[in-house]
């Protein structure tokens, strides 16, 4: 390091004739000459250096022309070179080690201002903080200089801040802030809730940062963190009531929150008339209302809760006025509604007893093959076209390779045969198709041999519109007529429902609207993922939606995604709406993309903190627009993120716990959590399922479990959970009327919990759990990411029905109709099998497809196994008889046929 003395270089000798003269004064080089004076500083510096010239030294200059000047002492030459070097060094780090003390001096203030105050430091501050360090970049030529020669012991100080990670030293004092803060506020954490504060809990309320995410087990008391947070907020000063915002997502939750704060504040005698609890909708409506001057009105069918009927009648006055809609509309309900996008990926419905073999079921009551088939046969139906399926071709062919020929159609009006082809985009078959195209040139060559009249269609056309025009113009080009009738009555399997559809689109348009897409991300996204399925579909949807915006117009009134939107477009806006310091949001997993946006306008200013608490487990309201990737995906949508969870529950004994915890953890989509019960119990009742062996039985048996939980525990809590609201049948009415047994559908009971939980039909089929009403695969469109985990949101559905008991947990079943999350739980160790007579019932899942259960049947022929999902799964196996249940010795798998048994065995199968 130089001394800041004033230093002096001139020609040897000293002469006073001397011609230059070179001053180190204030840390600039003035150069003195018959010319003037120059000066030189910061970077300017590195055009002096000292060079050797003849027999001498020389100054050097270098601007826009070298000059020299003669005369260096050579006693001098080291000093004044390392004077200049030193400064060069010096000008190259000034300014970076001016940062680092910037960033040092700062970083200080708001880590002791934080220390004293004992208020947790925000990601946000440290953000503003950190964004004053030099780049890594600039450290990085920093290290090649040496250091301790350029630095004062400041900047030294300051450098070894930056070395020491201060990041971590940030998480350190809010560590120690936490500590103090739970001893110094004990006597709140212990009183400002009808019981004590978890340490997960005080933790949340505590920690006062930017933005935090509460990841909340079931019945780990989310909502005493939102009112002791608020609390904590004022009792610490740290925000005014009327800066404190909590949105809920409905108004008895909402309703919920304003009792609680007003209670337990007033407890702590703290102000609560300032803070607002309300739900999204009523936000938006009151911030449209006072920014705009005008409050706006709800449609009345949006009100009223009859949008769906809505939908209905603007797709009948479509249908109506427009014939295209209506053919359209026509050909998506009866044709395109129950079909998947790879013939690869067909699973059969039905099974014909008469040829032995699975396949699906068409309008005209018959068993086809494939799914292609079957869309073709119904179009044929509806076109009132007579036609043979499978009929054997005219000409005997069958030879050492190849049975007789059985094309898939024959047209007898017009002698003409017909062949679909299970071809994709590229015109191949499936990988897993092994030998089709040896085939297909098998029967195209029959027909040319043989002069007979062949008609062709593929998958890919089919499954794309388009086929059906090509395949009318080949049948009336040969001289048949088709009769279109979308009415025409139906014998074998129903046809989808307009009020079904009509669902559908109303699912549809609220997801558009709360994700904010346009005409113009839906094309975009039906691009990536091209189906004219999907097109078909959007060409009826965006008719509706017009319809739908324009009734919407008439009466000047929005719907309740608009009032979110708008709102948010307010906000977003006008930064002066942003009043709220702290916002709070409850049951986040719910959220949609548009609630989220405007939770995201509100925050979006200094010094805001947001809290938002939820469950991704509980996350079952896909069908209302909710979007659970702004849970999953928090940080990537709001920005840094502190998250924290509560993983114990107040509610489940730890056997519940557990055989939740594993069923939903199944899903690998969901944020991990290990829920641990408050009071564990190790007597605690396991879960048990009941089989019973028939429908019929179902009732007796729910009525006597009943009768004896109430007898068992006459003053518990008794609720009975539905997949639907029919299922409230299956309890007496008598005993509904009590006031201990109350039937609930799950999607209501979520929030609540009672002392023992029934689940009554938890079965296979249309009505079961997992519903088979599955959303239609095109509303993967409208949604920002598709859980592409099996059945993922009735997963999280049944994790609601388990997490509401307290104690205990009983599942009724039809022996072979069983759920696939039953056969799940058969191999869980905490779950009982039980008859309808309260024995054990030893039951084995399917080895093959895992969601059905193993049934055994004995027929002249000898004992038999085979899965009760027969025919979607086609195990079997011959077993050998034993007393008791007969268990499989052997198996042998197939495709398309039941496999793994003799030819008779497999006639036997649906004797």
Not at 90 to 106: P, Y
Not at 141 to 157: K, N, S, Y
Not at 167 to 193: P, S, Y
Not at 568 to 592: G, I, K, M, N
């Amino acid at each position: 390091m130089h001394s800041d003395a004033p230093r002096v270089w001139g020609p040897a000798g000293a002469s006073r004739s001397a011609t230059w003269r070179l001053e180190l004064a204030g840390g600039q080089f003035r150069l003195s000459t018959t010319a003037g004076d120059e000066y030189f500083t910061d970077g300017a510096v590195s055009q002096l250096s000292v060079r050797r010239w003849w027999f001498g030294h020389a100054l050097v200059v270098r601007q826009r022309s070298t000059r020299r000047f003669h005369g260096v002492p050579k006693a001098d030459v080291a000093s004044l070179r390392h004077a200049i070097q030193w400064h060069v060094d010096r000008a190259q780090v000034q300014s970076t080690l001016e940062r680092a003390c910037v960033f040092q001096s700062h970083y200080s203030a708001l880590l002791a201002h934080h220390l004293v105050e004992q208020r947790w430091i925000p990601h946000d501050r440290v953000a503003q903080v950190m964004a004053l360090c030099p780049t890594p970049e600039e450290l990085e030529r920093l290290g090649r200089l040496p250091i301790e020669d350029l630095t004062t012991p400041e900047e030294r100080d300051a450098l070894a801040l930056l070395a020491r990670d201060p990041i971590a030293a940030i998480q350190t004092a809010n560590e120690r802030i936490l500590h103090g803060e739970l001893t110094a506020e004990a006597a709140f954490f212990a009183g400002i809730e009808s019981q004590p504060l978890t340490p997960e809990q005080a933790l949340a309320v505590v920690a006062f940062d930017s933005r935090v995410r509460v990841i909340a087990a079931a019945g780990s008391g989310k909502t005493s963190v939102m009112v002791a947070r608020a609390a904590y907020a004022q009792e610490r000063g740290f925000v005014a009531p009327d800066r404190i915002l909590m949105l809920a997502f409905n108004k008895d939750a909402a309703s919920e929150l304003r009792a609680r704060v007003a209670s337990r504040l007033a407890a702590r005698e703290l102000p609560a008339g300032g803070i607002q609890a309300t739900t999204f909708h009523s936000f938006g409506r009151a911030l449209i209302g006072h920014a705009t001057g005008r409050k706006p009105t709800i449609a009345p069918w949006v009100e009223n809760g009859s949008d769906v009927d809505k939908v209905s009648r603007i797709i009948d006055e479509l249908r109506e006025a427009s014939p295209d809609f209506r053919f359209k509309w026509d050909m998506f309900r009866l044709i395109y509604s129950r079909v998947s996008e790879r013939p690869d990926l067909e699973e059969p419905d039905s099974y014909d007893r008469s040829k032995r073999r699975t396949g699906f079921h068409t309008y005209r009551g018959e068993i086809v093959r494939s799914e292609g088939e079957r869309m073709i046969a119904d179009w044929l139906f509806l076109n009132g076209v007579d036609y043979r399926y499978e009929q054997p071709y005219s000409h005997d062919v069958a030879d050492k390779e190849h049975s007789q020929y059985r094309p898939d159609f024959f047209y007898p009006q017009i002698d003409a045969w017909h062949e679909h082809w299970a071809l994709g985009a590229d015109g191949a078959p499936p990988p897993s198709f092994t030998g089709y195209a040896d085939g297909m040139r098998w029967k195209r060559a029959l027909h040319r041999k043989y002069g007979t009249s062949l008609i062709e269609t593929t998958w890919h056309e089919i499954v794309n519109l388009n086929g059906f025009s090509a395949l009318a113009d080949q049948l009336q080009r040969r001289g048949l007529e088709l009769d279109w009738n979308p009415d025409r009555p139906i014998s074998g399997i129903p046809a989808a429902t307009h009020e079904r559809l009509a669902q559908l689109m109303r699912t549809f348009l609220s997801h558009v609207k709360a994700g904010s897409l346009s005409r113009g991300d839906l094309d975009a996204r039906l691009t990536s993922q091209p189906s004219r399925r999907s097109r078909l579909f959007l060409e009826l949807f965006w008719q509706i939606f017009d319809r739908w915006q324009d009734d919407l117009a008439a009466l000047g009134a929005i719907d309740f995604d608009d009032m979110v939107i708008q709102a948010a477009d307010l906000l977003e806006r006008h930064p002066s709406l942003r009043t709220f310091d702290l916002v709070l949001v409850d049951e986040f997993q719910d959220t949609s993309r548009s609630r989220a946006r405007l939770v995201k306008a509100l925050c979006d200013k200094p010094e805001a903190y947001l809290l938002a608490v939820g469950d991704d487990w509980q996350a079952i309201n896909r069908f209302a627009g909710a979007d659970l990737s702004a849970m999953t995906e928090f940080d990537s949508f709001f920005g840094a993120t502190t998250t924290l969870r509560l993983q114990t529950t107040f509610r489940n004994t730890q056997r519940i716990a557990d055989v939740a915890g594993r069923f939903i953890s199944r899903n690998p989509g969901q944020l991990p959590k290990r829920v641990v019960a408050s009071s564990p119990l190790t007597n605690a009742a396991p879960v048990v399922v009941v089989r019973v062996e028939s429908r019929q039985q179902l009732r007796p048996t729910i009525e006597r479990h009943l009768l004896d939980l109430a007898a068992r525990y006459p003053t518990a809590s008794i609720d009975v959970l539905g997949r639907y609201s029919h299922e409230r049948d299956l309890v007496p009415r008598r005993l509904l009327a009590g006031p201990r047994v109350s039937f609930r559908t799950i999607h209501s009971a979520k929030g609540l919990e009672a002392d023992h939980v029934v689940l009554p039909n938890l079965t296979t089929g249309t009505f079961g759990l997992p519903s088979q009403i599955d959303d239609d695969p095109v509303i993967g469109l409208a949604m920002a990411r598709d859980d592409e985990f099996p059945h993922s949101e009735e997963r999280r559905l049944f994790y609601v029905a388990l997490t509401r008991a307290r104690h205990t947990v009983t599942i009724f079943t039809i022996a072979g109709l069983e759920s696939p999350f039953v056969v799940e739980l058969l191999q869980d160790q905490d779950v009982v099998v039980q008859d309808s007579s309260g024995n054990r019932d030893p039951v084995q899942p399917c080895p093959k497809c895992g969601q059905g259960t193993v049934r055994f049947k004995v027929s002249e022929y000898g004992p038999f196994s085979y899965c009760c999902r027969f025919p979607r799964c086609d195990y079997k196996a011959d077993v050998v008889s034993s007393v008791g249940p007969a268990k499989p010795q052997r198996t042998r798998q197939g495709s398309g046929r039941v496999a793994g048994a003799s030819a008779q065995s497999r006639r036997r199968i649906r004797s």
